[in-house]
């Protein structure tokens, strides 16, 4: 069965104060990895997918990495505009279409 | 253009009640997917649809659950016998089509709550 664990689950930053958040995957098999951002009340925001170990996407303040069994969203100078959940997800070689979505990160950077 | 829509945003009904959630997809995109969030806890994926018909339904918990698109546009996710463990945000996601490079576009969601 699919897995995946995001750590931590929940962390607080200053402004400023770069961060990594972790999302560790047990698969049989990866065809992609996903990063969402959620606020509250509203629906996942795509940022970022990955699909192969070695790759990296930057957006803004915020660069994904994947290695083989994990990836990293590092998050540099967060402004408090940052704050919000991060998600992560996996999709497999399994034929479905469905992904499976961690727990998430809560992220909260104060002023 | 227009996101993914879902209406309404929130819902009480008692137990025992039937309820229908819509969702209406970005205009183009042929695959339609419904997920469930618990306060929490990441969406856990229900039902996949390519055009009209459900290509996946294994993630729906039970018999009670059931969803349509009937002209490959707009469905709606039904629940019958409502439970109070049936309370949670119902988010819809659409995407051009069913590729990995295809991301998720997810609405807003409904709050289901029972009492």
């Known amino acids: 069965e699919d897995q995946v664990t995001q750590s931590p689950e929940a962390l607080r930053l200053q402004e400023g104060e770069s961060s990594s958040l972790n999302c560790s995957y047990t698969?049989?098999?990866?065809?992609?990895l996903f990063w969402y951002r959620q606020d509250p009340g509203k629906g996942p925001e795509f940022l970022f997918t990955?699909?192969?170990a070695g790759e990296e996407k930057e957006k803004e303040r915020l660069k994904a990495t994947l290695t083989k069994k994990e990836s990293f969203l590092h998050i540099t100078a967060p402004k408090p505009e940052d704050s919000a959940t991060y998600l992560c997800?996996?999709?497999?070689?399994?034929?479905?279409?469905?992904?499976?979505f961690g727990s998430g990160t809560r992220l909260q950077v104060q002023p | 253009g227009a996101g993914v829509s879902q209406t309404p945003s929130n819902k009480v009904t008692e137990k025992g009640k039937y309820v229908e959630l819509r969702c209406d997809p970005i205009?183009?995109?042929?695959?339609l997917y419904w997920y469930r969030q618990s306060l929490g806890q990441g969406p856990e994926f229900l039902i996949y649809?390519?055009?009209?018909?459900?290509?996946?339904d294994s993630g729906l918990p039970n018999d009670r659950f059931f969803a349509v698109r009937p002209e490959g546009s707009v469905s709606t996710l039904k629940i019958q016998r409502t439970e109070r463990g049936d309370s949670a945000v119902y988010l819809c996601?659409?995407?051009?089509?069913?590729?990995?490079?295809?991301?998720?576009?997810f609405g807003n969601g409904t709050r289901l709550t029972v009492t």
């Open positions: 205009s183009g995109h042929t695959a």
């Open positions: 997800a996996v999709r497999t070689h399994t034929g479905r279409r469905a992904l499976t």
């Open positions: 996601a659409s995407s051009l089509g069913a590729g990995v490079a295809h991301a998720l576009h």
């Open positions: 990955l699909y192969s």
């Open positions: 649809f390519q055009g009209t018909g459900a290509a996946d």
């Open positions: 698969v049989s098999g990866l065809r992609g």
